[in-house]
Every structure is written in C-alpha cells, then in structure tokens.
C-alpha cells in the first residue's frame, strides 16, 4: 500500500517562508514526477509545482521566483519551499506521485496572515 506523508505546513506572517515536505513509502514501481497541488477555500485544486524524475519543473506563475520544488529520487520525497509567501496562498496542499497510478497525500494546511 502505497502512503505519501506530508509535513511542514503551518500558520505564518505575510512574506515568512515555509518548507513542505512528502514522503512516499510503500511499493511504487516508478516515479515519474512527484508534485504540489493547492486547494483554497471555494476554489478548484490547482497545481504549484511539479518536478519529473529527470528533475525539469514547472510552476504555477503566481508562484514563479517565489517557490522552489525539489526531491530526493532515492528518498522518494519532495520538498518545497516557500519564500515571500502572500496571504493569496492560504490553502491546503496536496502531495501528488505520478506513477503507473496518480497518488495523494491528506493534504496539509498553510495559512498566510497578512
């Protein structure tokens, strides 16, 4: 059974940093890209970043200079830091594995005080 165990979220003021982390345990038998997705309040689920297994990423613009995505192939984790962070990024997220199958975490909580 495969988990993904997210941690780092929390409260913190406007442009204080955070450092999410995910770990994927179990049997994957390859990790084509791991990722961040967000979900706020009334709003649809919507990706942050995503790096692939050959380490190109991709951002979502309002995060672009502002958040910065890396992982650990053999630890199967990601991270994500989180600089500048700005009230409009309060949201739960979302730890997401892409393999033969999609994967995903509970999600964890940012808040972002202004």
């Known amino acids: 059974q495969v988990q993904l165990t997210e941690s780092g979220g929390g409260l913190v003021q406007a442009g204080g940093s955070l450092r999410l982390s995910c770990a994927a345990s179990?049997?994957?038998?390859?990790?084509?890209?791991m990722g961040w997705y967000r979900q706020a309040p009334g709003k649809q689920r919507e990706l942050v970043a995503r790096?692939?297994?050959?380490?190109?990423?991709n951002y979502a613009d309002s995060v672009k200079g502002r958040f910065t995505i890396s992982r650990v192939n053999a630890r199967k984790t990601v991270y994500l830091q989180m600089d500048s962070l700005k009230p409009e990024d309060t949201a739960v997220y979302y730890c997401?594995?892409?393999?033969?199958?999609?994967?995903w975490g509970k999600g964890t909580l940012v808040t972002v005080s202004s």
């Open positions: 179990g049997s994957i038998f390859r990790i084509n890209a």
């Open positions: 790096i692939t297994s050959g380490g190109s990423t």
């Open positions: 997401n594995v892409e393999s033969r199958y999609d994967y």
